[in-house]
């Protein structure tokens, strides 16, 4: 596997609750360098035209790419990529925060969502165990993206919506340590699927190529 890859993509169906960790695409890596470009080509692959961003079939995927997780600056960004309900073009926002971290050392380089989940559920994604769980959120919907970090505890790797997205407004981000991807509606998809908030954990480690570079 390319150095600066964790090797795995994780991909939850939140309507059956069930999850399976594949391996990452090494050409498609090499090719769409950076988690916009393999979370394009995903979207791009997956999704036929016409289908209702806010409905289903529209998958949200979480990406990073082969900086994410090392001390190079401005690395901490990661990308949700999904089909825009606002513009029903390829929707895709970046954020700042340590949640692309999280996913790394969960040993996680894309966290594909499917489905939609019947009632407010949370994920708790240990990549120590290669464990998801699914946890009720009825006590945390409604609740604003501070609070709802708050609760979850701030110190851990959250990205979270709040009541914009929970109601589907059609320019709702998602928020992970008070920075937001703000941009085509990814939050309102996260609502769609009636996902609160997304916590990962793990201690993995990456290998690079050059470290001191």
């Given at each position: ?8 993509i994780?991909e ?16 498609t ?44 600056p ?6 949700v ?16 925060g ?17 489905n ?17 769980e699914?946890?009720d ?18 110190r ?14 059609l ?23 009636r ?7 793990g ?11």
């Open positions: 596997m390319i150095k600066g890859y964790a090797g795995r994780l939850v169906d939140l309507k059956s609750r069930e999850f399976a960790f594949e391996p990452l695409d090494e050409e890596a090499r090719l769409y360098i950076g988690g916009k470009g393999y979370g394009t080509r995903l979207l791009y692959d997956r999704t036929e035209p016409g289908i209702d961003p806010l409905g289903p079939a529209n998958p949200l995927i979480f990406a990073t790419g082969p900086l994410n997780g090392s001390v190079a401005q690395s901490n960004r990661f990308v990529v999904c089909k825009s309900p606002l513009t029903g073009g390829i929707g895709n926002a970046a954020c700042g340590s949640f692309s971290y999280g996913l790394k050392r969960a040993g996680i380089d894309v966290l594909i969502l499917v939609q989940s019947e009632r407010p559920v949370r994920l708790e994604i240990d990549g120590d165990s290669d464990r998801v699914f946890i959120a009825g006590d945390l919907w409604g609740k604003g993206t501070y609070a709802t970090q708050e609760i979850l505890g701030k851990k790797y959250h990205a979270v919506i709040g009541p914009a997205g929970e109601n589907q407004v320019f709702a981000g998602i928020v992970s340590n008070e920075r937001i991807a703000g941009r085509t509606g990814v939050g309102a998809v996260m609502g769609s699927k996902l609160k908030a997304i916590t990962v954990a201690s993995r480690k990456l290998e690079m190529d050059d470290p001191d570079q």
